[in-house]
């Protein structure tokens, strides 16, 4: 039986005194499941994933990772997460491997993780070259590869695939998808791309205006609809909310 790694109760958060980006959003994730946090531009998706990562406090609710509170316990968190901005971006007069020799210095990565790092990014001699010369593919694998590299128990990667091409989605999803399977770590991956996430992740949280509307495995959601796919059961959900 898979343990409960994950529990976000209740999390909510507002900019200023109007937007409610987070609106009492509550789901769990167990070790060895891949979440996907699906919605649309604006639904509260990087605001929910840099809550969980303790980066932001929540105004209401908490998040526990092995029922320790990542808002309580910032030790345990570098410790337990690994987190992938939607904007990161590379030094461009460093090399690949400078990168990943920089960020695991940070986390106390030993060489083996290093190797590991170097192998998950599938850049191999690439990572001698300065990320200038990098396409915006090669560094997202970079910077995959760095997260993954300390081996976190919790991997939050936010667009992971975002503004990568066909081939290099699929090399992405494939690493994320072995990382998770063979570690037997968990990760939340966020997306509005629904084809996509509905071939990687083992359960989903439709999510809009900042609250979870439907969570399931997606092919028992589309299944439960009626309808050939996550978009159309995203669009079926949208318009009962909204009507
Ligand atoms: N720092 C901030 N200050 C004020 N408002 C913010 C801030 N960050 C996000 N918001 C607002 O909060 C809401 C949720 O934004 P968030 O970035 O979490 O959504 P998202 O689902 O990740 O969107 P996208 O898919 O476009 O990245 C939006 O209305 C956004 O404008």
Redesign the pocket.
């Known amino acids: 039986m898979p343990n409960l790694l994950l529990e976000v109760r209740n999390i909510r958060k507002t900019?200023?005194k109007k937007?409610l980006?987070v609106d009492n959003l509550s789901f769990h994730v167990m070790e060895g499941e891949i979440y996907g946090l699906i919605?649309?531009?604006?639904?509260?998706?990087?605001?929910?994933l840099r809550i969980i990562a303790g980066l932001i406090k929540p105004d209401g609710g908490e998040v526990l990772i092995r029922g320790v509170n990542v808002h309580e316990s910032l030790k345990n968190n570098r410790r337990m997460i690994g987190y992938l901005p939607?904007e990161a971006n590379t030094y461009p007069l460093l090399t690949g491997m400078e990168h990943l020799k920089i960020y695991g210095g940070l986390y106390g990565a030993s060489s083996e993780d290093l190797e590991f790092g170097a192998r998950i990014t599938g850049l191999g001699n690439r990572l001698l070259m300065k990320t200038s010369e990098y396409s915006h593919g090669m560094k997202r694998r970079l910077l995959l590869g760095a997260v993954l590299m300390t081996k976190p128990r919790l991997a939050i990667l936010d667009?992971p695939t975002s503004g990568l091409d066909v081939h290099a989605s699929v090399s992405v999803r494939k690493t994320i998808r072995d990382y998770v399977k063979s570690t037997g770590a968990a990760a939340i991956v966020?997306s509005?791309n629904m084809l996509e996430i509905e071939y990687l992740c083992d359960r989903i949280g439709l999510?809009f205006k900042?609250k979870i509307i439907e969570e399931g495995r997606p092919r028992e959601l589309v299944e439960k609809y009626g309808v050939a796919n996550l978009e159309e059961v995203f669009t079926l959900l949208v318009r009962g909310v909204e009507s």
């Not at 919605?39 to 929910?48: D, M, Y």
């Open positions: 900019y200023g937007i980006a919605g649309p531009n604006g639904a509260g998706k990087t605001t929910s939607e667009e966020s509005h999510i900042g």
